[in-house]
């Protein structure tokens, strides 16, 4: 086979396996607890199904990351970075993909499915 | 060369346009099962359809109850369990005009006659306030009311006045006699410190009446469970912290009734920045303070679970202690508001501190 | 380096330049950090089958510097950095293999690359949590990449020039 139509294999396996590690992070199951993460430090851990509406802010480095809970669900509600993909991502929905703010090194994920709670006794 | 110089280019050609044709098939694939997926999340649950499992989510008691049932009869068990709740509802809320509780209260001194239910729920009342010494007291709501926690709009109160409203508790006022109720003058109930508990028991027991074996019923953070889960695992209940958001550690824990007391529940700040908890302290009328951030009961009944964490918190650590080696019919956490735990050996092996709360301190208390 | 050459590098640049700001305004569906269609990289890849090693390498980290300049967003830098190294390297190394008839391969791997190299910048900074995007960004790199090699391959097929990157 020519260079050509082996690189060319390669870039159609290299696609499919784009589409196939995509749907698996998408299909990754998850748990109800999150954590906020800044810097590799969890700031925050909360369970989605008990905690209240609220608004957390969060400083870094002198620009503010917002972030909403509003029934049972979290996101980035407004941050001071120049792209604003993580406000745009809107509600944490996926068990694997976290709520990303590269510039403040900011993150909202869930936490590890090990952590599986059935309920919150509060 | 075997082939003709023309045939060679054609052939050229058609892999090409195949290879071309294919590669925009492949994407087109690609494009939309993503697009699919991204905007159809259901596709995604795939044979995870759950023969015999009933969810029931209703508003009672003022409060948010979910039950989740495993069994055949798993659907007719939750609605009966919900219609339950909300009968009981009509029956003990303090507020609601039609209840009984209500009607008992603007009884004047005169007898007035209940439900076996509400008959059963205030002698138990009566008997743990009569264990616990009054650390329970069923009578406490005109104090509750003072202090602005029925109506949300809170106040600190006078010492006059609180002097006053105590002289209007007492569980002892309170009469029982052949399914009717008497209050003697200025008491009022409320059995808000183990209605819930108790209206929990009591939805369990329609569905285990139903033949139901794996339950879980969270009354607005009483839980409840019945067996263990389907698969045979234990229940995991995150306890939530009580000085932040999030939860501290993980209970495990099969067929038991779990409640928390604590402070943090509800409080107010008063304008002299002091912090006032809605769990009073019957002897005082003032809110409970003695170094506890929270108590929570394990036990088999929901109602003891319940009566005791509010008492237990009342009385805080030593007493609970003294309490717990006396009657040991149930099981308990205790967190101060130093950050230390105190467990007692029946559940210590039951209980996990998260990552993040490892540093507490932690001490089990054994039988003596 | 002659005169000529200094300023047909520099032109590329300011084109490359122009498409950059002019893409930072087209609106991004995909709400995933870096996914982008990258179509200042035609550029690059013209310029990877046009110019020497060094001279596309100029081209390309002056027009990055640039860009992190213009869009306010000099963080950007590190990313796009480690993004173009990887890039230019794949795209360099696979030009004497891959023939102009097939210039969109390289583009893909270059822009496969390019992703793969801003990424791990990401997970040095954020930790490994964020390598869940690898997929998405793999993806969008093919088809990004397929997209502006194409217009890169038309491009040079249209322009009567030779081809001249292996003479000095």
Partial sequence: ?122 | MLQSKEEKCMKRKFNRIFLVLSGIFIMILAVSSLVMVLFFPELLSFGTSDNGEATKELFAMDTYITMTAHGWDAETAVAEAADKLTELEQLWSVTEPESEIYAVNQSNGQAVSVSSETEDLLSFALQMAEKTKGALEPTIYPVLKAWGFTTEENRVPSDFEITELLKNVGYERVHMEDGSVWLENGIMLDLGAVGKGYAGDLAAQILRDNGITSALLDLGGNIQTIGTKPDGSFWKLGLQAPFSEGTLGILEISNKAVVTSGAYERYFIGEDGKRYGHIIDPVTGYPAENGLASVTVIADEGRLCDALSTSLFVMGADRAMEYWQLHQNFDMILITEDGEIYLTDGIADMFTLDSYHSNMKVNVIEDE | MNVRKMTQLAMLTGVALIIFVIELQIPNPFPIPGIKLGLANIITVYAVYRFQAGEVMMIVFCRIFLAAVFSGNMMALAYSFAGSVLCLAGMLLLRKIIDKKHIWIASVFGAILHNIGQISIAALVMGTGILVYLPFLLLSGCLAGAFTGGCAQLIIRRLKETMRYDES
């Fill in chain 1, 1 to 122: 086979m020519s260079k050509q139509k082996i690189l060319m294999i390669i870039c159609v396996v290299v696609f499919l396996l784009g589409i196939a590690g995509s749907i698996l992070v998408l299909l990754t199951p998850h748990g109800t607890q999150v954590n906020i993460v800044q810097d590799g430090i969890v700031l925050y851990t909360i369970d989605l199904t008990t905690a209240q509406d609220q608004t957390l802010e969060i400083e870094y480095k002198g620009r503010t990351n917002i972030v909403q809970i509003e029934n049972g669900r979290i996101r980035m509600l407004e941050a001071e970075c120049p792209d604003q993909t993580c406000v745009h991502m809107g509600w944490l929905d996926s068990g694997a993909m976290p709520i990303v703010c590269l510039p403040n090194h900011l993150s909202i994920e869930y936490a590890g499915s090990g952590d599986n709670i059935d309920a919150v006794i509060r």
